[in-house]
């Protein structure tokens, strides 16, 4: 359960295609935010657990044996979510965000076909595993200094700042004005590559290793 479209996009060119060899297929499926009576579902951002619980009961009742998963940005993630008004106050980024998947998965009984998973801080974090991909895509190579700057004031990209205007998609959106995230986000982790972004990215890492491990048995 992704999302919206960039999130989609990255787990069919990117995330898929690395796992074929392991005989893993990821099957991304858009959170619907709004349904209409005709025409086509509103889709893409999470507006309310509600919303989020109805679509992924679907998608959990209709997945048979098969591992359910999310990624959704831990980042801006309504209030209404399980464990977001109990998280340690005093916790680390990744205490926090593992209280939060672990109030999730809860929830829902605990299923051993659920994981929950948070994108910490949010999707536009793992861009940052590379200093040199963005500027290049975006054709400003000149720019490479300020991604280094945002870089080496935090030990990993998944614990740049979550406030507003300090959250990883404010960052390179102030950077790079012309920053399309559908268009250019996939794209830049396309060229970072997964193993590179997995090296910088503990949570992100831990999660894929529970997915190899629980697609293993």
Known sequence: MVEGQTEERF????????????????????????????????????????????DLRRLLNSAGEALVTTMLDYYGLPSDFPGMKTRPPNGTSF????????AIGQHFGGL??????????????????????????????Q???????????VNTPEEINERPQLAPSKRI????????KTLHGPTVMARIGLARIRAECPHFDEWLTRVEE????
């Open 11 to 54: 787990t069919k060119d990117v995330l898929g295609p690395a796992f074929w060899e392991k005989q893993l297929f990821f099957q991304p499926t858009i959170l619907v935010t709004k349904k209409v009576k005709s025409g086509p579902n509103f889709k893409g951002g999470v507006t309310n657990f509600a919303k989020f619980e109805n």
């Open 95 to 102: 205490q926090r965000v593992l209280h939060v998947e672990a």
């Open 112 to 141: 051993p076909n659920f994981l929950p998973f948070l994108a910490l801080h949010e999707f536009e974090a793992w861009l940052f595993s590379s200093t040199t991909e963005l500027p290049r895509i975006m054709n400003e190579p």
């Open 143 to 153: 720019k490479h200094a300020l991604i280094e700057a945002v870089r080496a004031a």
């Open 173 to 180: 959106e102030s950077m790079f004005p012309g920053y399309k």
């Open 214 to 217: 629980l697609a293993a048995k």
